[in-house]
């Protein structure tokens, strides 16, 4: 059972335009999400978190939304631009201090330029 | 920033040998680490959680005796995979708590059993 589900495999956009990039859960003990950005054959980089006590969070030109009566979240890019094409993965983690993060397939984002 | 280094990135390997990944955290110290596994167009898996000084915790489904995790310092936990098969070529990256909230991934390392 998949409890971090994206499901757009891939979105094109062209540059300039917002990129939405959306994230649906299951398990309402998630308590923290976190989106990350990954390249072919790299790890994963951290691009934005947010808490479930907030419903927005803000980062230049990344902003991730949470809803939670609806388990879902969002992260916004405006402008996209082409450095920004890669694959985004949504991550939640459940409450404590157990660092165990639970990953979304993640979604192949293009932006033409 | 915190960094996390995986070590080899790339390794082929004959079916029924070993293979050992390394992964440092270069410039903090990390009591727990993270190993995730990703197949091609799937997410990541957590596979274990490395303790130091201690045994690492396996997630379910993942046979200990073959994915041998050790953590023996501060900064250093290393994977090995026993008597590899091609059915466990796949990409394995690490992770570490750097700071509050956050994990901070190595590059990953892909596995090729012929």
């Known amino acids: 059972d998949q409890q971090v589900k994206q499901n757009s495999p891939s979105l094109s956009v062209q540059e300039g335009r917002i990129s939405i990039l959306n994230c649906d859960y299951t398990n309402s003990m998630f308590d923290y999400f976190l989106w990350y950005k990954k390249y072919p054959a790299e790890g994963p980089t951290f691009l934005i978190s947010i808490s479930s006590i907030k419903d927005k969070n803000e980062d230049g030109r990344f902003t991730v939304f949470l809803n939670k009566s609806a388990k879902h979240l969002s992260l916004h890019i405006v402008p996209s631009q082409p450095g920004d094409s890669a694959v985004y993965f949504c991550a939640a983690r459940s409450g404590g201090s157990n660092y165990k993060l639970t990953f979304g397939k993640g979604t192949l984002l293009t932006v033409n330029p | 920033g915190a960094v996390v280094s995986q070590h080899p990135s790339w390794v082929i390997c004959k079916s029924g040998t070993s293979v050992k990944i390394e992964c440092r955290s270069l410039?903090?110290?990390?009591?727990?680490m993270f190993w995730y596994r990703q197949f091609p167009k799937q997410s990541l898996m957590l596979m274990a959680t490395s303790n130091e000084g201690s045994k690492a915790t396996y997630e379910q489904g993942v046979e200990k005796d073959k994915f041998l995790i050790n953590h023996a310092s501060l900064t250093l936990s290393t994977l090995t995979v026993t008597s590899a098969h091609p059915e466990d070529s796949s990409f394995y990256i690490c992770?570490?708590?750097?700071?509050?909230?956050?994990?901070?991934f190595g590059a990953g390392s892909r596995l090729t059993v012929l």
């Open positions: 410039d903090f110290q990390a009591t727990t």
């Open positions: 992770s570490a708590k750097a700071g509050a909230n956050v994990l901070t």
